[in-house]
Structure formats: C-alpha cells, structure tokens
C-alpha cells in the first residue's frame, strides 16, 4: 500500500488525471447549470443535507460537557472540536426529528464566531447535485417560521433491481438558518 | 493605560493621529492653494477627532494643541479669519508635532510631552492670538508661496519658522538631541518644569533633558520587536497549540502499537524454539525453520528499529508543541510598563495640586504581566498611589521639620517572588499612626474599645481596607472620593491574589499587592458532579474533606458535618464548626446527588464563618488549565466563570465560586436550599447587544470595552450610515451614538432611527465633546435618551447611565 502511494507518477497518469479532472468541468458546464456539492448525512430516520461549503468540519463525536442553566432540548453543551470549545446542538430535537440510535458524527457549521456542531447518525458523504435536481421545498416548510430547508435533494435510487428504481428525497438545509434555529435554544 | 483587546489604546491613538495627521498636512497644502472655506471641513474633522481620541487616553498637550487647530480651522471656515499663508504655517506646524506624537511610544510621552511642551505653547499662543497684522491673501503671501504650494512636504517646508516665534527650536525638533534641551531653555519659567517635579523612573535625578535623550536610544530596539496581534488570534493561537500537544501526546498510542508487534514477534520466537525442540524430539531435522527464524529474526530488528525511530519522533514532537505551547501562552505577558505609563503624569498632578514634592520611582518595567491582570491593575495603582500621596507623604516643610529630603520619593515596583507576581507601592512618607487608627476604628463603631484594644497591627490596618473607611480629616478631591482603597483590596481578590499593609510610623507605609503571576492558567480541583467533569480554582477553595456518611447529621432538617478547626489553626482551641453541605448537583442544576459512596466528598468554599461544603461525586485529581472565556454567546452563565480543555482533551466548565456562594446564601435565606433543586436561575437569560457607533476607534474600543465588561455584546459602526444600517439588520438593546461623525452625524442618526416605529423606544445614549447647554439639548430634542460628555469614561457615569437605561442583571443573570 504504502509503496503503491509513493511510487512515483508516470506520464501517462499524469495525463489521465488531467483528463479526468477536464471531465468534472464539462459535466458541470453540461445539463442544468452547475454542479453543486452538498454533504449528506442522516439524524434518525431522515436524510439531510447541507451545502458542502457550508460544513466547517465533520469529525467523530467527541465527549460533550453539559453547561449548567442552559443545557436543555436542544442546546447540548460544549465539545472540544479541533482545540476550539463549541456549541453543541440537537439538530434533530430543533427540527422536531425523532432521534436516531447512535450518532456517529459532529458536523459544525456557522460562520466563524457563530459556529455550531450537531450529532449526525451517519455521514452518506458528499454528492454533486445537478441544479436540476434540486426543488423547493413545499410552502408548508416555506413559510415556517422555524423553516431552514433550502430546497429537496431529488435521488433516483436503485433499490434492489432495475424495475425498482424508486426516487427519494433529502432535505438540503441552509446552514445559517439551522445556525439560528440552534441559537434560539440558548437565547 | 491598560492594554485593551490585543491594541493598547495608545497604540489605536497613534493609528488614530497619524491617519489625521495626514489628512491635515495634505488638506493645509491644498488650502493654502484654493482659500476655499469650504474645503476647511474635513480639516476641522481631523482636529477634532484627534482632539477627541487625545481626551480618551489623557493625552493633554495633544488635546491642547488639537484645540487650538480646530478653533482656528472653525474660524477659517466662518470666514472670521482670512486664510493666510502665516497661519497655515502654524497650523502645519502643529501638524507636524502632532504627527511627531503619533510615533511617540507610550512609555515615552511623559519625556515628549515634557521637550514638546513649550513647542506646543508656543503654537497655541500663536493661533490664538489674532492672525499677524498685515497678513495678505495667501496668493501673495511673503512667505515663500511656491515653497508651501509645491509637491514638496510640508515638514520639509518650513518657511518662515521666524513668524512662529519662540515656538521654532521645539517645532523643527525630530533631531532628538536638540529637543530636549531647547525648549527647557527657552522657557524655563513655562510649563515644562514638571519634569523637574516628577522625573520619569530610569533617570529618577536626572534634569529633564538628559530624560528625554535616554529615552530615544532605548527604543527602537522595543519598538521592532513589538508586533499588532488581536486578542483573538492569540487565544486562537493557544487553542491550536494545545491541540497540537494533545496529539503529539495522542502518538503515545502508536508507541505502544509498536511495542505490542514487538511482544508479538518475541513469543513467536519462542513458539518457533518450541517447535525446533519438538521437531529434533521427531527426528526430524529442526534446520527446516530455519528460513522462518531468519524472516522473523529480520522482523524483528526492523520493529526494533521502527519502534526507536517512532520513539525519537514522538519526543520530539512532544516537546516542540509543549514549548510552542508554552511560548503561545507566555506572549499573553506584557510588561508591567504598560500598566505605569499614566503613574508620573498622576504623581505630577496630585503633587501639585496638594503642594507636595514627590518624585516617582518606578522598578520592574520590564516584568512580564498577563494582559488580563495587567488590565486591572489600573485603579488599584492609582488609588494607592493617591493614597500615598494624600495622606502618605508630608508637605516640604514638613518633612525638612521631620529632617527629610523635602521631595519624597514614591516607589512601584514589580516583581516575581515565589511563583507570585509582587507590587509594591511604597512611599517614605509619615506612616499610619496606629492609635490613631485604633481611635478612629472605635469612633466609627466599627468595634468595642475592648476589641479594638486587642487588635494587632495587621488586623488594625485591615480596617483600611473597608470601604468608606478613610484614615484623612478631611475628604479631599483626590483621595475621598467614596471608592478608595477598598478597590484594592477587592481587585486583588477578585484576581486571585491578596492586599496587604506595611507601615513604621515617621517612615512610611508599604501596600503590597500578591497576585498570581496569570489567569490564563490557573491550578484547579476536578470533580465529578452527575457525569459532568468541573473544575474548582484551587486557590477558591478553602478545603476538601471526605467525612463518613455517619458524620453527616442532620441539623433543623439540613444536613452538615463537624469540621475540626483546631489542628488547622481556625477559630478558638477545641471548637469545631458545623459546615452546612449543599448538593453541588442541586445548585447547578445538573441532577440529583449519588449517595451511595462510604465516603461523602465535600469541598469547602468561603472563609470564616461564610463557609459552605459542596458536596460532589467524586474527586477526579488536580490539574493545571488554561482558562477560556465561556461562548459569548451563552451570556453570564450562572456559576461558571470560565471554561478549559483539559490535557486528555476533555472540556471541562470552571466554577466561579463567588458566585455559586452567592446563590447559596440567597438561597438559604429564602429557605429553598432544601428539598428539590434551588430555582436559583430561570435559565431564560440572553446576552444584551449594545451598538456603538463613533468615529474614532479609540472611543469606539473604549466604548466597546466597558460595555463588554457590563455583559453586553457589542457592535461597532463608524459613523450614523453604517449604524443605520447595522441598527435595521439587527436587534440591540442599547444605541451608544458620537454626534460629530462624516456622512450621517449623531443628531440624525438618532432623529433617523427615532422615526422609526420599531426603535421608539430603544434607549440611546449620546457622548459627544460637546458639553454646552445647546448641544445637550440638541441631542435630546433628536431623540438621544441621554447626552453624556465623554469625560463621563472617567468615573462611573458611562456605566451608570447604561446600568439605569439598560438592566444588564436581565441578560447577566446569576446574581440577583
């Protein structure tokens, strides 16, 4: 393996990962507008997602301490993210998701000075969405107040066999409105 | 002046008075071209900013100088007086001076103010004096048009410095050998004799001249070693660092894989031995394995190897980071200069004003502070320094009487002793005569005769302490003013550190200040309280005690326990105290108490007879952290003060120990301690916004920092557009509003925002230079809530005003 990595690059990967790299951008230039790139991850049953620019950090779950007088629903407590002392929120218990089992991931957002983690049950990864595929959300989610989904993360999904392709539906979240929703709990 | 958010605040005025400098030297140039009023405007802006950004940080000859510019700009620009080439000379020069002063450091104001002094005067003089008579329009003004007109800098065009008069050798300083001595020379009866009264520290003897030439060499060497860093960026420093060792620390894991591999190899050497002995039993030939022994021989060389190169890298990893920690955590240090540099110019004043000679002697400059520390030591050195020299030190005459020098000597200094950062201020005056002390203790009821009689001298000069209590006939302006020495002794203690008092009656007094030597890292008791690690600052606590469960009796339905005071030295020979125990769980409101432990943990807080037991789950051990502010945007939380990390990487929330006695108390008197948990907090706080808005950072930072300091959340704009802009977008409970400010000044900010509904109600508070009866009211017909000058910084006006509009307790919580 290590050998494998430091072997040194031939030409001709060089040229192939050049071609690939072409690729990525004619694929994005193709089809409905760019190409947008969103984390998607899982609290309880519900798939979510977020831009993936907007996700500061995703690491492990780390110890979260409870803050006397302010720990509640949704307000956690105070994780130590990569040396810096975060906040930690119930993403799920905010938006009214029933939790999951176990949590295997923090995801921090937030602008800097602002920023919050949240557990997620488990991380799918990032996926490059065409705009096209990408709807609002039903005015319903709209119109909430408490509303934070930026759109619906429309998936064709090969479920077993190939009749049974069947479409699902992530919910992409805006950051700084989920930020502000979390923020209410300590406010 | 204290070190305020990673910038000094003279380091903002200097940034603050060279932009304005600017501006004024070219706007002058452009002046003098055009004798258009008009363009006169932004020049009086830039006076009067510098004026203002002066009057913050109490920098006099500035404010004097920037005065007398903008009166004379005004009068340009009100076409009071024609603009001649004479005056725009004058007015450059103290262009000049001023921007001579914007590459002044702090520590050597005192010896610039006092070389400048007469320079400055002088210009004064001169711009307040009618424009020379005779004065022509500039077109045709004597004075070497094409020189003042042209490209060529002002500074470097000085051409008739004669019209100036006395003003010249001063103004055409920047050589710093000649500035020294001129001016003293020229005007020895003028204002710069102080220097002569308060020499500055290094040169404590030394005529005035010879001060301001040792300055200079002393430093540019500080001067390039000093960089801007924001508080932030180092506190974001620090956290990466600690990071950085924790994962280093982390390898330690690897190490140990590696070991484990090596372990490994050697039993399977042993098996291979085995089955060479099995296969000669066999008759068989054992030279089979031989192969696989060589493979493994192999192996195991290359593990070894590994397992030393790993070992090298992880100590060497561990111990750059430790240091790099270290280092990131030492450059929170300032030097204790930083806290003395307004002491000569306090001495100067009180001196005089009092009719007493003293001179200051300040040792230790270089000694290196926490910033946070070095913030707070202001009032308390300059209370105690007023305090020496009220009712320490005698007039001349008396102290001739008394066969001392005439002039006293004031001494502050800094050192560390005993992992202990130690102030003293010392003064050689008459010393606290301690029956008088002990009368007046007695007269003021403050205890029996009987008591008093019996008390020591520590315990007598502890009565100074008290607030209110003044050892002085009579109260003066400098030293009565109802904060006094009290403000010592709580600071210290609000620190960490203690205050004590020395006196030899006829030879002086000695107040001492011990204080830890940072408040970023602070020794700390962990314990468990319902699965959640918390931290006791060790220096908080008065004991730990782990008594049986049989020893806690219930007393009146509370529960406490019998703490034997003798051995350790409490209270009377063979009393015991019964110490109340509260659930810690309870207090925080973390969850119930677990009780099945033989042993109860309880750890002591308070002193005397205020002494409470808190009662934990566990002990967890002593650590050493590095404290963090807690979130801002959690507000005051009730009973923390602070939070850390601690060295396995867990965090860990830090108790503020007042303040949980505090919660306590209230709560015993209110009979809520029993039973289920205290309601001591509603937990509904938030974090109050504030937003300043000011053109000048120096008032911006000073605004910012006091309102922080309340527990507001602050917002900053630099004049009415950007706060209009900022006020719409945001919700603030309080507006802090300049009123001279470029594109919307105070008035209609306030007028603009007042006309709309949503903020009719928001309070306002002006600050502004302008103290005059119409301006006041000017403010407050626009709408302002309440007009304050800014000399209100100075004492608590600011702060009261705000603490009146603004209920900061409804967003700081925890204390009633």
Known sequence: ?187 | MSDLGGFSLHELFKGEAEMHAAALSDGLVRLEGTSDPATVEPLMRAAHSIKGAARVIGLDIAVRLAHAMEDSLVAMQKGREPIVAVRIDQLLKGTDLLAALARVEEAEVPSWSAANDAAVSAIVEALRAAPPTGAVAPSSAPASPSASSSASPPAAAPPDSASVGAAAPGITENAPDASGVEPEEQAPSDTASPATTVPVAPAAAAPPATIASAATPATPSSRASAVRVSAEKLDRLLQLAGETMLESRRLSAVRAEATEIKQDLARLEDELDLLRTELRRAGRDPAAIAPARGILERSRGRVLAHLLTVEGAIRRGEETSTQLYHEVLSSRMRPFADATGALPRTVRDLTRALGKDARLEVVGESVPVDRDILARLDAPLNHMLRNAIDHGIETPEERRAAGKPPQATLRVEARHHAGQLRIRVSDDGRGIDLEALRARIVRKQLASSDMAAGLDCQELLEFLFLPGFSTAQKVTEYSGRGVGLDVVQSTAREIGGVARIHTELGKGTVFELELPITLSVIRALLVEVCGETLAFPLARIDRVVQPERDAIATVAGRMQFLLDDVKLGYADAGAATSIGIVEAGRVLALGEPRADAARANIVVLGSGEERYGFAVDALVGEEDLVVRALDARLGKVPHLSAAAVRESGEPVLIVDTEDILQSVRMALNEGRIRGARPALDDGSRRVLRALVVDDSATVREVERQLLVRMGFSVETAVDGLDGWHQLRDGAFDLVVSDIDMPRMNGIEFVRTLRADGRFASLPVIVVSYKDREEDRLAGLEAGATAYLTKGAFQDSTFADTVRDLVDPSRGAGGRA
């Open chain 1, 1 to 187: 393996m290590r050998r494998l990595l430091d072997r040194p690059l031939t030409q001709a990967d060089l040229e192939e990962n050049t071609a690939n790299l072409a690729l990525v951008t004619d694929e994005s230039r193709a089809g409905d507008g760019m190409l947008e790139s969103v984390l998607v991850f899982r609290i309880g049953a519900e798939r979510l997602a977020v831009h993936a620019d907007e996700a500061h950090r995703v690491v492990p779950l780390s110890p979260v301490r409870r803050v006397p007088h302010r720990t509640g629903d949704v307000f956690a407590g105070l994780a130590n993210i990569g040396g810096e002392l975060t906040l930690v929120g119930n993403l799920g218990a905010a938006l009214g998701i029933a939790p999951g089992a176990k949590p295997t991931h923090f995801i921090v957002i937030g602008n800097a000075g602002a920023r919050w983690a949240f557990a997620a049950d488990a991380i799918e990864g990032v996926r490059r969405v065409r705009a096209g595929d990408l709807v609002p959300p039903p005015t319903t989610v709209r119109h909430a107040a408490d509303g934070c989904a930026r759109c619906l993360l429309r998936e064709t999904r090969d479920a077993g066999g190939g009749d049974n392709a069947r479409e699902s539906l992530v919910t992409v979240l805006d950051g700084l409105k989920a930020c502000a929703i979390l923020a209410r709990s300590i406010a």
